[in-house]
């Protein structure tokens, strides 16, 4: 079946440092691909939609200039933190859209970030 | 909008135990219907889905119908095993256009003992 792949899975680091994200659809073209953040024993939170080829399109109180997303290829989105701070640690999950079928999303294994 | 509400959990469970985690939901239109699962430290997983209003959804011995009328997906399976406890998500989609947006509900932890 669909994969997504996402890595890494787990990423510690300090304050102020940029992290990046990646997400890829394996073995099919992923016109769109969406990020979510999850914070512990809390419900998946939408932050952006991403269409290759063009911006993301970002939900209301999510900064773009702190999340940086780029979807560059049918495959591949990235997220970037940008200088990242303690809040920012999460667990982030991309999922992708298979564009010959019209649902459902696959979703990747998601990334821990800790920020010291 | 669009928004769904699920049994705020936890649930805890003896092995064969009957399970229902119930999920109603508000939308525009005929959404599709989903139950995910997430394994601890894992993304989400498509349990089953309905996209049309009496259908039913199954897999791995979970169940839900797709109920206009009551605007409900009520996840149920007859004899839960250990290997069941994770985290179990509600969800909805729009249909056509560009709305591929899914709205989860908060989640339903669920434990079972052996």
């Known amino acids: 079946g669909a994969v997504v792949s996402q890595h890494p899975s787990w990423v510690i680091c300090k304050s102020g440092t940029s992290v990046k994200i990646e997400c890829r659809s394996l073995d099919f073209q992923a016109t769109t691909m969406f990020w979510y953040r999850q914070f512990p024993k809390q419900s998946l939170m939408l932050m952006a939609t991403?269409?290759?080829?063009?911006?993301?399109?970002?939900e209301q109180g999510v900064e773009k200039d702190k999340f940086l997303i780029n979807h560059a290829s049918l495959t591949l989105s990235t997220l970037t933190v940008t200088s990242a701070h303690p809040e920012d640690s999460s667990f982030y999950i991309c999922?992708?859209?298979?564009?010959?079928?019209?649902?459902?999303?696959?979703f990747g294994d998601g990334t821990r970030l800790s920020i010291l | 909008g669009n928004s769904v509400t699920q049994m705020e959990g936890p649930v805890t469970l003896s092995e064969e135990a009957f399970l229902t985690i119930n999920c109603t939901y508000t939308?525009?239109?005929?959404?599709?219907l989903f139950w995910y699962v997430q394994y601890p430290g894992e993304g989400l997983q498509l349990l089953l889905k309905?996209?049309?209003?009496?259908d039913k959804g199954s897999n791995k011995g979970f169940e839900a119908t797709y109920r206009k009328e009551t605007t409900s997906f009520h996840l149920e399976k007859g004899s839960v095993q250990v290997s069941d406890s994770a985290v179990y998500f509600c969800a909805l989609s729009g249909v056509g256009g560009s709305n591929y947006k899914l709205t989860f509900g908060k989640g339903t932890l669920l434990t079972v003992n052996p």
């Open positions: 999922s992708a859209r298979d564009r010959q079928l019209d649902q459902p999303q696959h």
């Open positions: 991403s269409n290759e080829g063009s911006k993301a399109t970002y």
């Open positions: 309905a996209t049309k209003a009496d």
């Open positions: 939308a525009t239109g005929y959404p599709s």
